[in-house]
């Protein structure tokens, strides 16, 4: 076949999966923003099938005879070339193993088990998501064996969210990080606490919705590429890098709540936002890893977003949006506020030292259950007793334990520990960074553009063209936990006077 | 091969196309509500993809071979079986008709359409919609050809809204309404008019959202099953029969707007709502034809929404939800006033007795756009023109003019004439059910109950399962205009004093 007419299908065979790719998240869309409650049947079967004729489409003999001779001819392609054709050999081989019939089957129950949840956590309910999670798990113990046999399942389900991480590096970063944090935890515990029960007023839902359209703004998100909307839990889907879309949450008792989430979703945001145009609708058009796409999230909600220059920078206009709540609050004072470390029981409320220690208690339970050592009806005893150990506290219920987080009913298993890579990830780019840019002048004045351009320069435009670990040297030099650590501790010596 | 196994080969080829019918329908609502306002490029890729992927699986020799088999063994099928094969026959054959290339670059035009008609009408500006309204015109008028070239393209295009129907028809069904309705029309206008002043108050959005939830729930619409958006232009949209919604828009000086369109869309959404479970993910699922559609949504609308018993009974309650704007306005009073006939200039708005002149208007270009005999370009002055000789009165922009309805940028010519259509079959099938059911008690009572439990048994739960032409013969035998006619004749008389 002539190279043009060859790499003319490789674009068309791309942006068909692009168009299953749309269809898929704007059902999951619809489903956790508008759809009426009791309308997951129709939506999984529609789910199922189309993931179906997506496979299908992957794992064809004209696919496979595609992607073959592409890649024999690989010295002829250019990098952009060469990197989706081995992207998509990847998904090609990985897809072939997976029987057809249970991967619609294991579409259709992520469907199903995203509606349990919802109820089984309103109705704080454990009970009623128990046989579900199980199934889920049994999946991805299969799956993992799928994706790759040479590995144990938990490192298999490991590599999808972060290519090159498994649970030896896992285990040693955490056990750095419990070793680095978790004396700093105990000296602040011996500390007066910080007062922030004026973040805990009435804020209504309304003005915190004007103010979140606020942030976006000061974030440089143009809202004709980048919808808001409201959901259970946060998130931020992407269909191309003119069309992002976030979620938050409006709890009318937490102003802060909202406020850091669409800083986190925002991260998300501009990261698939400055990927660069001639990778859209091919493979390599979303960000490379949830590492680092959770680097982003974490840099904006944490390293910009709770430091002092950017509170200070924003805070009048904070001031303007809830008067009645604020007015006799100083910026020294809500800066303080946001920045309050103290053991609790929300993952996605917590502060930022404490953050990781969220993340730890799921990555143990996840590596039991896809291990095969622990059961899911044993989850709820599991995680109240790994609170205990590491945060101190207990667990009063479900809703706000095992239930609280939506990525294991939509059947994500090894993406938690992305949040505690991504946070260090972001701390080591912070300080690479400062060597270019004067990012406290720049958060001081309220201006997020030279970040942003730094940030796009060395992540965003890149997508999925360099490995994630490529990602991570380009921007900050090999990885380390250790900038992550010196940031913490530097901040929260000063906030507690340690 | 086995009757069984061909049988479950015609079971998953529907199933497909219910999922394209589902990622369509999906991608389209979200572009209608939620969508930033510059993300109409990519999603046009995905549509028009989506698109070709369901027509090749329809045209592909599989298919047919499939569908033939089981057309030559018609007389093994039961009655859902043959209308299957024989719907899936007629979509086969013409869309093997259509290029592949001109169908997926019509669903493109379609998405890019509607996108620029919101901003032409928004900005009142239609010289920006023109080039595309032309290109939409020449799209039709060929595939009006693939559809049927034995008919004329109008009249092709006609028959895909309402099978059987035609120009020489639906000339004949105007002059008749037109002869019928414009005397009592002039006569009115010799009358003192009502007082309509107090729907034109301020009404808060938010109180309009509450009454029309109130709304839905008078009409027995099940919110698990059924949601309620807020989009430019009101419509239904199913996804299943447990899965349908509806959206309204709010106009905050125009009480009566959103009210009528809620019971209008609602009247769609029951009718979506029963047809029969075993129908579902078939081609038979969704409602028969545009206009019997239209039959149920005005019968809802104007025959129940318009009545003086209804109105009397749920007024207490609107004026509980408006105190301030109704508190001194007597339920004759309201009753009259969202009777009012007056030509006006918006069809959605209109009154019952002056609709179907709005829907002439629009017929008769059409006829003249695919006709061949009219140019985008020259719509705005002969609808001016038409607005002037039909309703009498000016047309001040093209915002309100020949911009202000949504069907041409979504590529529908030849769906206007089912308004009228739906009208008279809506008049017509009522005068039956009164001989059945106690409707004017039970509009009294405030109770639809027994009125959509005859429209379900009568109309509802067929789906597809008969031709529309059946379906009408079956709720009240042969179609007339005069049942319409005398309705509207008999309401207006005794509301006027003619």
Not at 1 to 23: P, T
Not at 68 to 94: I, K, N, P
Not at 353 to 381: F, N, S, W
Request: charged share 25%; proline share 4%; with cysteine.
């Amino acid at each position: 076949m002539e190279i043009e007419r060859a790499l003319q299908q490789l674009e068309s065979l791309q942006k068909k999966l692009y168009a299953y790719h749309c269809a898929d998240s704007s059902l999951y869309l619809d489903a956790v923003t508008t759809a009426p409650s009791d309308t997951s049947e129709g939506r999984g079967v529609a789910m199922s099938i189309l993931a179906g004729e997506s496979q299908k489409l992957m794992t064809c003999p004209e696919t496979k005879a595609l992607l073959d001779e592409l890649s024999a001819r690989a010295g002829e392609l250019d990098l952009v070339h060469r990197r989706e054709v081995e992207e998509l050999r990847r998904s090609c081989e990985q897809l072939t193993r997976i029987p057809a019939d249970e991967y619609m089957a294991y579409k259709e129950l992520c469907n199903r088990a995203d509606d349990v949840w919802h109820k089984a956590k309103a109705q704080d309910d454990f009970a009623l998501f128990c046989p579900v999670l199980q199934e889920l798990v049994d999946y991805n113990r299969r799956f993992a064996g799928y994706y790759d046999a040479s590995k144990a399942p938990y490192d298999a389900l490991l590599n999808e969210y972060e290519r090159g991480v498994d649970r030896k590096m896992l285990d040693s970063f955490f056990a750095t990080l419990r070793e680095g944090l978790v004396p700093l935890i105990h000296k602040i515990g011996e500390k007066p606490q910080i007062d922030d029960s004026f973040l805990h007023q009435e804020y209504p839902a309304a003005q915190q919705k004007a103010f979140a359209d606020y942030l976006m703004e000061v974030m440089g998100l143009d809202r004709s590429h980048c919808g808001l909307g409201e959901t259970e839990h946060p998130f931020t889907l992407e269909f191309n890098n003119k069309d992002v879309r976030i979620t938050t949450n409006y709890d009318e008792h937490n102003v802060a709540s909202s406020m850091y989430s669409v800083l986190h979703e925002g991260g998300h945001a501009l990261y698939e936002l400055g990927i660069r145009d001639d990778l859209q609708y091919t493979c390599l058009a979303g960000g490379v890893s949830m590492g680092v796409h959770e680097s982003q999230s974490r840099f904006y909600e944490n390293l910009i977003g709770r430091s002092r220059p950017f509170v200070e920078a924003i805070y009048p206009k904070v001031q303007e949006f809830f008067p009645r709540q604020l007015g006799g609050v100083s910026a020294e004072q809500f800066y303080r506020a946001v920045n309050k470390a103290q053991p609790s029981l929300i993952r996605t409320e917590a502060d930022e030292l404490t953050y990781c220690l969220h993340v730890m208690v799921r990555y143990e339970i996840e590596k039991q259950l896809i291990g095969g050592t622990l059961e899911a009806k044993d989850v709820p005893v599991v995680w109240a007793k790994l609170y205990k150990e590491y945060l101190g506290i207990e667990v009063p219920n479900d809703r706000d334990g095992c239930l609280q987080d939506s990525h294991w009913s939509g059947g994500a298993f090894g993406y938690f520990p992305s949040y505690a890579l991504g946070s260090a990830y972001g701390a080591q780019m912070l300080r690479r960074m400062e060597q270019d840019v004067d990012v406290r002048g720049a958060a001081a004045r309220g201006d997020l553009t030279p970040i942003t351009a730094w940030l796009r320069e060395k992540v965003h435009q890149y997508g999925g063209l360099m490995e994630p670990a490529d990602v991570v040297k380009n921007a900050c030099g090999d990885f380390s936990a250790e900038d992550y650590i010196q940031y913490l501790t530097r901040k929260y010596t000063e906030l507690y006077g340690l």
